[in-house]
């Protein structure tokens, strides 16, 4: 009895430590709530955050050395577009202009005429080092200029956020955690190999860097260095930054004395829905179906020979090419179809002035939710196959061209508002 006196005594005390404690605990909650401002709370779990990263890090050959010098006393960037922070509200972005704006507005004459004609003088400044990185690696001087024009306006654009603290930040607020995750990581090798200075890494809002914008995973694999110095200099060296880019063309599937793609004029009973990837013919092939080379140009057999796909950026409301296997190469550089008719139009215009034969149609760029919900009704109804991002690519034209073409619509494989009402009303 006297043992269970003391059980029960014993239980009563501990019961009420309990309470106390319970107590104290929604104190200090209350108190953290009240006096911390939520960026303490997040700058707490994400230090606990980074500090969990060290056996990742340390798998990767880093050193502790290396890794305390990166991520003591670091904070996250909140002002970063695209994060998700717990209990605020997100922030619409503007999103990148490869997704938001009309063909029309993003490939400006006045912005290819004015890039092309410093890209021509480039190469003659250029001409030596360009002359050697395409007889190594079979990717013409005006195609890596356009990219560098396309990515940092020849330099002129200079990247102002620290690496290491955008990777980190998107690795831990971003939509993409394990894709910047991997990043961070690889930024903390380039640091633990001596590639860079921390001070000196720069980079833009999502981490892409030097002068044409690798992420640290694409640098450790492709980055050259071209002019001699010893050193893999993207930031600054354009030898070295623009031999890189070619070295990773070459690893997206660039195929040497392949052109980009043919502007050409299709046949009037064109089917939009057969501009998709997997739809491929020899450019010899597509020619005998009615399909015309733009200004009359004459291809030759090796031209004729090569494989392409069918490429309608605007529906039927604009230029028609057809895109062989690097211009695929050089959307791997970044994925979207405005971005490499930039690219290699901008190119083109370095030795040949006339713009595109066919004039961009006036048509209005969906939201990215519009688009999105085209998505999901085109997944659920068998049409589309692919992710839902919102992004009017080949693969969503072309299921919105087969939507269209089983509802006897209209087809012209362009995204409108008018187009998703009836998508929803059926």
């Known amino acids: 009895m006297i043992h269970e006196r003391h059980g029960r005594h014993g239980a009563g005390r501990d019961a009420g430590v ?9 104190v200090a909650i209350f108190f953290l709530l009240v006096f911390c401002p939520p960026s303490a709370l997040a700058d707490a ?12 890090a340390q798998e990767l050959g880093v050193s502790r050395a290396t890794f305390e010098m990166a991520t003591r006393g670091l904070e996250p960037d909140l002002s970063l577009p695209e994060l998700v922070i717990p209990g605020r509200p997100q922030r619409p972005t503007a999103g990148q202009p490869e997704f938001v704006l009309t063909p029309a507005d993003y490939l400006k004459e006045s ?16 001409r030596a080092p360009l002359t050697a990185i395409e007889r190594q690696f079979g990717v013409p001087p005006t ?21 290491i603290r955008v990777l980190a930040t998107q690795a831990y607020f971003g939509k993409r955690k394990d894709k910047f995750r991997e990043e961070f990581l690889l930024a903390l090798k380039m640091l633990d190999e001596g590639v860079v200075k921390p001070a000196d890494m720069k980079s833009s809002w999502a981490g892409a860097m030097g002068l044409t914008q690798f992420l640290p995973s694409d640098f450790l694999k492709y980055a050259v260095d071209f002019d001699g110095d010893g050193r893999r200099d993207i930031w600054n060296s354009v030898p070295d930054a623009l031999a890189s880019t ?3 063309l070459v690893g997206k599937g660039w195929q ?14 064109v089917d939009c829905t057969a501009g998709v990837p997997e739809i491929t013919r020899p450019v010899g092939g597509w020619l005998e179906l009615g399909f015309v080379p733009a200004y009359g140009r004459k291809l030759s057999a090796a031209e004729q020979a090569a494989t392409a796909s069918l490429l309608q950026p605007a529906g039927l409301y604009g230029p028609s090419f057809l895109a062989t296997q690097n211009y695929f190469a050089i959307k791997e550089y970044n994925f979207s179809d405005l971005y490499v008719l930039f690219v290699g139009h901008l190119s083109d215009r370095m030795t040949d002035p006339r713009p595109f034969e066919t004039p961009w149609g006036r048509v209005a760029q969906l939201p990215t939710r519009d688009l999105e919900r085209m998505q999901q009704i085109l997944t659920a109804r068998g049409y589309y196959h692919d992710k839902i991002d919102g992004k009017a690519g080949m693969k969503t034209r072309a299921a919105l061209g087969a939507f269209q073409k089983r509802n006897h619509l209209k087809v012209d494989c362009w ?9 929803e009303r059926q």
């Open 18 to 26: 309990k309470a106390r404690m319970s107590r104290r605990s929604v």
């Open 45 to 56: 779990s994400f230090q606990n955050f980074l500090r969990s990263l060290w056996p990742q």
């Open 111 to 126: 912005a290819i005429e004015r890039l092309a004609r410093e890209g021509k003088n480039l190469l003659d400044h250029y």
């Open 143 to 163: 195609i890596l200029l356009a990219i560098f024009a396309r990515e940092t306006d020849y330099g002129r654009a200079h990247d102002s956020h620290n690496a």
């Open 246 to 248: 070619a070295r990773q």
């Open 256 to 269: 040497r004395g392949v052109h980009w793609a043919y502007e050409v004029h299709p046949p009037a009973h």
């Open 415 to 423: 995204p409108t508002a008018k187009l998703l009402a009836d998508m």
